[in-house]
């Protein structure tokens, strides 16, 4: 079946620390992957996509790297700020519907 | 251009009550999604309706839920006798085109039954 295994949180980091958010996936076929963010009170908005292996998704200093060798989509950002904080999502889509993984809480701390 | 609005917000009902969902698509969306995120977990699919048809109900329970998408109106996603396992937020997301494309989501209704 399809499904997608972030790392769980809660992360706590400091200003200007790095980030890695891991995600691994199962999927039949070559599904496209996607990181989601959301803010408190919010819903959720799409942060990055890559649509076929070795594509590389990125936005707001956030990256992330389509690894079919790993079936992996590890986010990271180089420096995180405090308004980062929010929880992170990682998805695929299969056939007719988003998977989405359990989210990984990050706070980020002055 | 306005984005996927969802109404109420915050819903309160008491266990046997029903609750209805609303939820407005952005403008030239004709794909609609419902998802349930219970407390702690992540973001699970409930459906997937094109206007006037259901196109993937698979994530929805077999009972007591329902989900529409009219030619007019708002998608409605209809939870009827409601237990307190149903307290969650529900989303609803949208897209112009289907599958594949980034999809837009809105607010959420928290739903709370007593």
């Known amino acids: 079946g399809n499904s997608v295994t972030q790392m769980e949180g809660p992360v706590t980091l400091s200003e200007e620390a790095f980030l890695t958010i891991n995600c691994t996936y199962t999927a039949t076929g070559y599904p496209s992957l996607f990181w989601y963010v959301q803010y408190p009170g919010e819903g959720l908005q799409l942060l990055l996509k890559a649509t076929k292996a070795d594509d590389k998704g990125s936005n707001k200093g956030f990256e992330a790297t389509y690894r079919k060798e790993t079936t992996s989509f590890h986010l990271e950002k180089g420096s995180v700020q405090v308004s980062d904080s929010a929880v992170y999502f990682c998805?695929?889509?299969?056939?007719?519907?988003?998977?989405f993984g359990t989210g990984t809480s990050l706070t980020v701390i002055p | 251009n306005a984005g996927v609005m969802q109404n109420p917000r915050h819903l309160v009902r008491r266990r046997g009550q029903e609750a209805r969902l609303r939820c407005s698509p952005m403008k030239g969306h004709s794909h609609v999604y419902w998802y349930r995120q219970l407390p702690e977990e992540g973001l699970k699919f409930m459906v997937y309706l094109q206007k006037e048809n259901i196109i993937d109900e698979s994530g929805m329970p077999k009972e007591r839920f329902s989900a529409e998408f009219p030619k007019e109106g708002p998608s409605i996603l209809r939870i009827q006798q409601v237990v307190r396992g149903d307290s969650a937020a529900y989303f609803c997301a949208s897209s112009p085109l289907g599958l594949d494309n980034e999809q837009f989501f809105g607010p959420g209704t928290r739903l709370t039954v007593l």
């Open positions: 998805a695929l889509i299969s056939g007719n519907q988003f998977y």
